[in-house]
C-alpha cells in the first residue's frame, strides 16, 4: 500500500458511512513531540449504509492502546488508517495515541508556531491528530480536556470548566471532525461581548500573543458588524456562548473557521494605521466576515463530501462580499471582485487546471480549494440571485437553513430549495456546476425601424476532460443608452439558454449604444467588436457603475494590444477620456482610482493569446510601462491637482471613504514619480504616518527603479514586525526590473530573515517572483529554475503551501515554445522527485497534462 501511487476518488463513488457518531470525549496532554491523546467515541451502526466494516481515519500517529466497550482489541493499521472487528451494534472506541505537533512541518493536524499550540483540521487534518471517520458526513458533538501549563487552553463550543494545568470545552452543535480545533498559549485578548437577537449574550475574544496586544481592535469591530449583518441580512443569530478567534502566525491558507474557535493567519487579524495598508484592512474585515457566516453556511450545514466545497466556500464568499458591499461601496467591490476573478479564476478555467465548480475526482482535496470553487462558485450564486430575483433568493434560503440545518448536504439539495421556492427549473442552470471553463459570449447588433436587436452566440472552450459543452443559462443585464449618454432602456435582465439567441427591443429612435453585461452579471468572456467611440459614451455615461469602468478597462486594453502587437504609439483620445474620469469630482475617488489602473500584464498575455498572439513576457511589460509614462505626461498638470487636493484631514481612519482618497492620491503620486524622478514620493515616504502612505510612496519609488534608501529605512524601521517585513520582501520582487527579478528573489532567499517554512515568507519572495511576469518569465529560465528549486525544498516540509505555488506554471501553453520547453522541463523534473508529495504529484500531472 505504502508505496502504491495515490489513486482519485470520485464523486459517483460516494456512499453513507457505515457507522455513525453519538459523541466524541478527546484528551490532549500536549508536549511538544509528545503530545497524548486519548479518544473516546461513541458509535453506531448507520441504518442507511450498505457495508458494514470499521475504518477510522489515521496518519502519521503512534497508536499506543485500543479498546472497545472497554475490552481491548488490536487493530490492523496502515499508513492511511486502521481497521478492526466490531459488534454488530452500539460502542464505544477508545483509543490512546501519540504525536509529535513540534515537528509538524505541513502545518496540518496539531502543529506548533512560536510556541504555541494550534490545529488545522480542514480539509483532512484530523487524522492526524486521532483515529476517526474523518469524513464530513459524519457529525458528532465534541468535549475535550486540554491539559497543558500554558495559561490559554482553547477548543471548540463553550467552556465547561478549568483549574491549574487543564480546561475542558464542550461543543454541543454535531460537527465534522475538520471543524474541530484546539489552541494552547500564552496568549492576551482584545475583547468584547455581543447581545443576539435572540437574547444570547455572547463573549467576543481575539486573542493574539501579547507582543502583538492592541491590533486586534479592528478585527473585534468587523466581528461586531458581521454578527449583527448576518442577523438583519440573513436572519441568522450565533449559537454559542462564546466566540473565539486567534491569530497564528504560521497558517497555509487565509483563516479557518472551527466552530466558536477561527484561527487566522495573523496577518488578516492583526492591523495597526502603522503597520496595515487599506487593502490590510479591507481584507480583515472580509475574511473575519467570511468566517463568522461559515457559522450558517459551512458549519450548521455542511458538505457532505469534499465534492460539495463549493456549496459552503462558494456561499460564504457570496454572502461575504454581500457584507462588504453594504459596509463599503457596492460599485467599487464589484469592480475589485471582477479584477481578481479575471486574473484568477478565468486564467484557471483558461490553462491545464481547469476544473468545475464541483470537480468530480480528485487525488489531493487541498488542490481544490481554488478560485473556481470559491470565487466562480460565488458567481454562480450571484446569477441564481439574479434569476430568481431578491424575495426568491431570500425565500430560498429561509428554505434551505430550515431544512438542512444540522446536516451534511450537497449542490443537490442547495438547489432543489430555489426550485421548491420558486418553482424555478434548474436543471440547465446545473450546468455552471459540473462545466468547467469561461463560456466566451460573442455578441453583434441590428438596428431597423426603431427595433435594435441583439445576437448573441455562447460557446465554452474545451477543458481537460470536457471536450464538448452544452449550452448553459446565462443571466445578462442589459441597458441601452442614446448617442448622447441618455439612458433609454434601463437594465433588464435577458435570459440566454440557447447557443444561439437574439433579443429585440423596440421603439428607439436612434441606433442606441449597448451597455451589456451590467454589474458583469454572469462569469463570462464578451466578445464583441465596439468602436472607441461607443466605449467613449459608456466611459462618460453609463449609469451602471461596473460597465463605466469596463469601458475604460476594454479602451486601456485595446490600446495595449496595439502597442505590444503593432508597436503603435499610445492613442490619444484613450487619454484624454481617462483625463475626464480621473479630474470628475463627481466620481467616487476609489472608482477613478480603479479606472487609472492598467490592465495587468499577465491579463494582457491571456488576451493577445486568445487573439493568436505571443508576444514575448518583456515586450508586454515595456508597453504597460510606455502607457503608464504616456499617461503621466499627457496629465502632467493633473497629479499635482489631485495629490494637493486629496490629503486625508486628520488622524488615520481605515474607512472607504479615507481609504478611497489615499488610492486616488497614491495613483496620482505615482504618475508624478515618473516625471520628477521620485522626489515628491521620497517626501511623501518621509512624512507618511500610516502603512498605505508608506507602501505607496515606497511602490511609486520601486516602479521607477528608485528607492533603495527608502527600502533600507524600511526595513531597520520595521525588522521587528514579521507582518510589515513580508511586505518589504514581496514588494521589492514584485516590482523588480524583469532583469533583476529573479535575483532579487535569490538574494532575499538567503537573508537572515527569509524563514522559508513560514508560509507568509516563503509567499512573500517565491509568489512575489511568480507576480513579476516579465522576471519570472525571462527568456533564460532562471525564474523557473529558483521557483521550481523552492516548490521541491518547500514540498518535503509544506505539501500544501507548495502544491499551491506551483499554479504559477498553469499559464504556460500561452508561451512560445522556448519557454514552454523549458516550464516542462522543470515539471518533469519536479516529476521524477523521490518522496513527492501527493499534492505535488497530482499538480504536477495536471500540469503537464
Ligand atoms: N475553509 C477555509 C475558508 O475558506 C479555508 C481553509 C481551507 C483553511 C483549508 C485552511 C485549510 O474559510
Ligand atoms: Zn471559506
Redesign the pocket.
Known amino acids: 500500500m505504502k508505496d502504491a501511487a495515490p489513486q482519485p476518488v470520485f464523486l459517483r463513488d460516494y456512499t453513507p458511512p457505515a457507522y455513525l457518531v453519538d459523541s466524541v470525549d478527546l484528551t490532549f496532554r500536549l508536549h511538544p513531540t509528545k503530545t497524548r491523546v486519548i479518544s473516546r467515541i461513541a458509535f453506531r451502526p448507520n441504518p442507511a449504509a450498505q457495508d458494514r466494516r470499521f475504518f477510522l481515519h489515521g496518519e502519521e500517529l503512534t497508536l499506543l492502546r485500543a479498546a472497545i466497550d472497554g475490552t481491548k482489541v488490536t487493530p490492523q493499521t496502515d499508513t492511511e488508517g486502521l481497521t478492526c472487528t466490531v459488534p454488530d451494534a452500539p460502542f464505544t472506541w477508545e483509543a490512546e495515541v501519540e504525536i509529535a505537533p513540534e515537528e509538524n512541518t505541513a502545518l ?1 493536524g496539531l502543529y506548533m508556531s512560536n510556541g504555541m499550540y494550534c490545529s ?1 483540521c ?2 483532512e ?1 484530523f487524522r492526524k491528530i486521532t483515529y476517526y471517520p474523518d469524513r464530513p458526513d459524519v457529525m458528532a458533538p465534541f468535549t475535550v480536556r486540554i491539559e497543558s501549563d500554558l495559561p490559554v487552553l482553547l477548543s471548540n463550543g463553550n467552556p465547561v470548566a478549568q483549574g491549574t494545568g487543564w480546561a475542558e470545552w464542550h461543543d454541543p452543535w454535531p460537527k465534522p471532525a475538520y471543524l474541530f480545533a484546539l489552541v494552547a498559549g500564552d496568549l492576551v485578548a482584545t475583547s468584547g461581548a455581543f447581545t443576539t437577537c435572540e437574547g444570547r449574550k455572547v463573549d467576543l475574544n481575539i486573542w493574539v500573543r501579547p507582543a502583538d496586544h492592541g491590533k486586534a481592535d479592528y478585527a473585534l469591530d468587523s466581528l461586531i458588524r458581521s454578527m449583527k449583518w448576518d442577523e438583519q441580512v440573513y436572519g441568522r443569530a450565533y449559537d454559542l456562548d462564546v466566540f473565539n478567534i486567534v491569530a497564528v502566525d504560521d ?7 472551527n466552530k466558536g474557535l477561527n484561527i487566522f493567519n495573523s496577518r488578516y487579524v492583526l492591523a495597526s494605521p502603522q503597520t496595515a495598508t487599506d487593502r490590510d484592512y479591507d481584507n480583515i474585515e472580509r ?1 473575519i466576515a ?2 463568522y457566516f ?1 457559522n450558517w453556511t ?1 458549519n450548521r450545514i455542511t458538505c457532505r463530501d469534499w465534492f460539495q466545497l463549493c456549496l ?2 462558494g456561499l ?1 464568499v457570496f454572502r461575504d462580499s454581500q457584507f462588504s458591499a453594504d459596509e463599503r461601496s457596492a460599485a467599487v467591490k464589484r469592480i475589485e471582485d471582477v479584477i481578481a476573478l479575471r486574473a484568477r479564476q478565468f486564467r484557471e478555467d483558461a490553462g491545464p487546471l481547469a476544473h468545475p465548480v464541483r470537480p468530480e475526482s480528485f487525488t489531493e482535496i ?1 488542490n481544490f ?1 481554488t478560485a473556481t470553487v ?1 470565487e466562480k462558485g460565488a458567481e454562480v450564486i450571484g446569477m441564481l440571485r439574479r434569476l430568481v430575483g431578491p424575495a426568491g433568493y431570500d425565500k430560498a434560503l429561509a428554505l434551505y437553513f430550515e431544512r438542512h440545518d444540522g446536516q451534511a448536504a450537497t449542490i443537490e439539495d442547495w438547489l432543489k430549495v430555489f426550485e421548491d421556492a420558486t418553482g424555478r427549473d434548474l436543471t440547465q442552470f446545473k450546468r455552471w456546476y459540473s462545466q468547467a471553463g469561461t463560456p466566451r459570449l460573442s455578441v453583434t447588433d441590428d438596428f431597423a425601424d426603431g427595433t435594435y436587436t441583439l445576437h448573441l452566440r455562447q460557446e465554452t472552450p474545451p477543458t481537460p476532460g470536457q471536450p464538448d459543452k452544452a449550452p448553459q443559462v446565462i443571466p445578462l443585464a442589459v441597458g441601452l443608452l442614446a448617442p448622447n449618454g441618455d439612458e433609454v432602456v434601463p437594465t433588464t435582465v435577458l435570459e440566454m439558454t440557447e447557443a444561439e439567441q437574439s433579443f429585440a427591443f423596440t421603439g428607439l429612435d436612434a441606433r442606441p449604444v449597448p451597455s451589456i453585461l451590467r454589474g458583469f452579471s454572469a462569469p463570462v468572456v464578451l466578445e464583441r467588436e465596439t468602436s472607441a467611440q461607443e466605449r467613449a459614451v459608456l466611459l462618460a455615461h453609463d449609469t451602471d457603475p461596473f460597465n463605466k469602468w469596463e469601458a475604460g478597462r476594454l479602451l486601456a486594453r485595446d490600446v495595449l494590444t496595439a502597442m505590444i502587437r503593432d508597436g503603435a504609439a499610445p492613442d490619444g483620445a484613450f487619454l484624454d477620456a481617462l483625463a475626464a474620469v480621473a479630474r470628475d469630482a463627481t466620481l467616487d475617488p476609489a472608482f477613478r482610482a480603479l479606472a487609472l489602473r492598467l490592465p495587468g500584464e499577465d491579463q494582457m498575455a491571456e488576451h493577445l493569446h486568445a487573439l493568436g498572439h505571443t508576444p514575448g513576457p518583456l515586450t508586454i511589460h515595456t508597453a504597460r510601462e510606455a502607457l503608464k509614462d504616456a499617461l503621466a505626461g499627457h496629465l502632467q498638470t493633473l497629479w499635482p491637482a489631485l495629490y494637493d487636493g486629496l490629503a486625508c484631514p486628520g488622524p488615520y481612519s481605515p474607512g472607504a471613504a479615507d481609504a478611497g482618497r489615499r488610492a486616488l492620491r497614491l495613483a496620482a503620486l505615482s504618475h508624478m514619480a515618473r516625471l520628477d524622478g521620485g522626489a515628491q514620493a521620497r517626501a511623501h515616504f518621509a512624512a507618511a504616518d500610516n502603512m498605505t502612505d508608506e507602501i505607496g510612496a515606497l511602490t511609486a519609488l520601486l516602479e521607477i527603479g528608485a528607492g533603495t534608501e527608502e527600502l533600507d529605512r524600511f526595513a531597520t524601521r520595521w525588522a521587528e514586525d514579521r507582518l510589515v517585513m513580508d511586505k518589504w520582501f514581496a514588494l521589492q520582487v514584485s516590482l523588480a526590473a524583469p532583469e533583476n527579478a529573479v535575483d532579487t528573489a535569490r538574494c532575499l532567499t538567503e537573508h537572515a530573515a527569509f524563514n522559508w517554512k513560514n508560509p507568509n515568507r516563503f509567499r512573500a519572495v517565491i509568489g512575489g517572483l511568480t507576480m513579476n511576469a516579465a522576471g519570472f518569465h525571462d527568456a533564460s529560465g532562471a525564474g523557473y529554475r529558483l521557483v521550481a528549486d523552492w516548490l521541491l525544498r518547500m514540498d518535503a516540509a509544506n505539501p ?1 503551501t507548495a502544491a499551491r505555488m506551483s499554479t504559477a506554471f498553469e499559464t504556460w501553453p500561452r508561451y512560445d515554445s522556448e519557454r514552454q520547453a523549458l516550464i516542462r522541463a522543470e515539471l518533469d523534473r519536479i516529476a521524477t522527485q523521490a518522496g513527492l508529495s501527493r499534492d505535488m504529484g497530482e499538480m504536477v500531472a495536471r500540469l503537464r497534462a
Open positions: 496540518e488545522q480542514e480539509a487534518g497558517f497555509n491558507m487565509g483563516a479557518m473557521e475574511i467570511h468566517e461559515h459551512g459552503k466556500e460564504t487541498n480549494y470559491y500544501q
